[in-house]
Nanobody
């Protein structure tokens, strides 16, 4: 069982930046690919970014490429999402998720692939 706790959300003005963190419990964090998803108001949850074990593969949604950066620190059981040039369309609850994988390059865009989820952190971008 893995428990995930997100933090770092808040209110920011358009053009600003935030860094989200997600800390995982347990001693096997390095065995998981990690993903960030978000749910905007009256929208379905959608993929934002993901990072494989050992960070050998990284995916981004087209809408965040060049502005968001995902990273992981296995020593701290933490995955980060650095978000720059934020705009009101980025307002959402951001969730991190963990996918137990057996390959350092296995990575998924699909939320159905992820076994564990955090409760989310709210990001609000004002115009």
């Amino acid at each position: 069982q893995v428990q995930l706790v997100e933090s770092g959300g808040g209110l920011v003005q358009a053009g600003g930046s935030l860094r989200l963190s997600c800390v995982a419990s347990g001693r096997t964090f390095s065995s998981y690919a990690m993903g960030w998803f978000r749910q905007r108001p009256v929208k379905e949850r959608e993929f934002v970014s993901a990072i494989s074990r050992s960070a050998q593969r990284i995916y981004y949604a087209d809408s965040v490429k060049g502005r968001f950066t995902i990273s992981r620190d296995d020593a701290k059981n933490t995955v980060y999402l650095h978000m720059n040039s934020l705009n009101p369309e980025n307002t959402a609850v951001y969730y991190c998720a963990a996918d137990r994988t057996y390959s350092s390059i296995s990575l998924s865009y699909s939320e159905g692939s992820y076994d564990y989820w955090g409760r989310g952190t709210q990001v609000t971008v004002s115009s």
